[in-house]
C-alpha cells in the first residue's frame, strides 16, 4: 500500500447513494507531502468528503474545517490559522488521468481517485496571503529588532535599546517614525 492509499475512492463500485468519508489531517499527513516549497507541516484538520455517484460524473464534496501551524510573516514564530473551505469537485472515467476546467478525468481502468494532494491544495490554497499574529501575539523581542531596523525617528535618533517590548508596534500608526526611502522627498517639500 502507497503511503496515501487510505485516500483512495473507489468509484466503480459506488453505488447511487451517496457515501461520506472522513479524515483527520495530523502532522503525518503533512510529514507525507513531499513538495519541495511546503508550506504547511503542521495541523489538525477535519476533511469531510461526500461522494454522490451523478448520471455520468461523480461529485466530490469537500468540507475542511480546522488549524494549521505556518510561520508568521512578521516575526517568524510558528502561529495557528484557522482554515474553513468547502469544495465541489466533478469526477469522471476516461483513458488517462487529465484535468479539465472543472473536472477531473481518471482512468477508467483503475476505477479510483487519490484525494490526498487535493486536500493539500484545498488547504494551501486557502492561506491568506499575508500571515500575522493577531494584535499583541507577535513575539515582541523580534517586533523591536525589525522595529529598529526598518524605521528610525525623524530626529535621526536611535531607537533605544530600553524600549518596552511589551508595547504593541503598530507599524502604521507610528506617527513619529519615517521609512528613510522617504526622506528624502520630505526634504523637497520642506525646501518648497
Known sequence: ???????????KDLTSESRVL?????????KKIDSPDQ???????????????????????FVIDGVISIQCDRC???MEQPIHYKEKLQVKFGNTF??????????????????????????VLNIP????????????????????HITRHKDDTELENDTDINDEVDFASEDNLVDPRWEGLQNIIDNN
Open 1 to 11: 500500500m502507497s503511503k496515501f492509499g487510505e485516500y483512495n475512492i473507489i468509484l
Open 22 to 30: 472522513e479524515y483527520d489531517l495530523d502532522d503525518k499527513y503533512f
Open 39 to 61: 508550506e504547511v507541516q503542521k495541523g489538525k484538520i477535519k476533511a469531510t468528503v461526500t461522494v454522490q455517484k451523478k448520471q455520468r460524473t461523480f461529485e466530490l464534496q
Open 76 to 78: 517568524l514564530d510558528e
Open 98 to 123: 487529465s484535468e479539465e476546467d472543472e473536472i477531473v478525468i481518471i482512468p477508467e481502468s483503475e476505477g479510483s481517485i487519490n484525494i490526498a494532494w487535493f486536500l493539500y491544495e484545498f488547504i
Open 129 to 148: 496571503l499575508k500571515h500575522v499574529h493577531a494584535p499583541g501575539e507577535c513575539n515582541k523581542t523580534m517586533v523591536v529588532k525589525m522595529k529598529r
